[in-house]
């Protein structure tokens, strides 16, 4: 856990050049952010949620998943976090240690989302900080079987077949993609 720890303060300080570059185009006016829900409104907000939340669920899934198929970005970037390979390896600071680059590229549907379309600044920015939380939360082993939750039970099948479970915050896209592997059928196979 120490060198996952390690890896992690190392990474830091580079994880927070998206959000600052982020929030520069943000003041200046390069994005679609608006500042308050009154003007677009509650529903169009609501609606716009759900879309940048689709967006970074896509984009992430394919990010991470591109990251295992491109076998330079594997070997150079991502194989970094990928040391963490067995459930008593895995802790929510495992969550935190990748290459910088690798934390980056997971983040950017985030950003990208920006210019697509009207995101709430404080919500974006929310988001941004449960992303932490939530990468260390499916780094845990603590399974909590919530459908559609992309929970660390999902995700440490990922950390042990490379193959599976490369969502984020749900199991949709892996379901969409045919790389789901449920980890209830799984223990049911070992038994």
């Known amino acids: 856990m120490l060198l996952q720890i390690g890896v992690a ?3 830091m300080p580079m994880y ?5 570059i982020s929030e520069y185009m943000i003041e200046h006016g390069w994005t679609k952010c608006f500042s308050r829900i009154s003007d677009v409104g509650w529903a169009a907000y609501l609606c716009y949620l759900i879309v940048y939340l689709v967006i970074v669920e896509f984009g992430i899934y394919w990010m991470h998943r591109e990251l295992h198929d491109i076998k330079p970005l594997y070997k150079h970037l991502h194989a970094t976090h990928h040391i963490y390979n067995k459930q008593n ?4 600071f495992a969550g935190l240690a990748f290459h910088p680059l690798d934390g980056i590229l997971q983040a950017m549907p985030h950003v990208i989302s920006l210019f697509l379309l009207p995101v709430h600044l404080r919500t974006h920015i929310a988001l941004l900080f449960i992303e932490g939380i939530w990468t260390a939360n499916i780094h845990d082993c603590i399974h909590m079987k919530l459908w559609p939750v992309m ?10 077949t490379y193959r599976h479970n490369y969502g984020h915050y749900t199991i949709w896209m892996d379901w969409m993609f045919g790389t789901l592997r449920d980890p209830e ?3 049911a196979k070992k038994m």
């Open 89 to 92: 390896t895995l802790s929510p």
């Open 16 to 20: 927070t050049a998206l959000p600052t």
């Open 185 to 187: 059928e799984d223990e």
């Open 151 to 160: 929970g660390a039970g999902y995700h440490t099948i990922h950390h042990t």
């Open 9 to 11: 303060m190392k990474a």
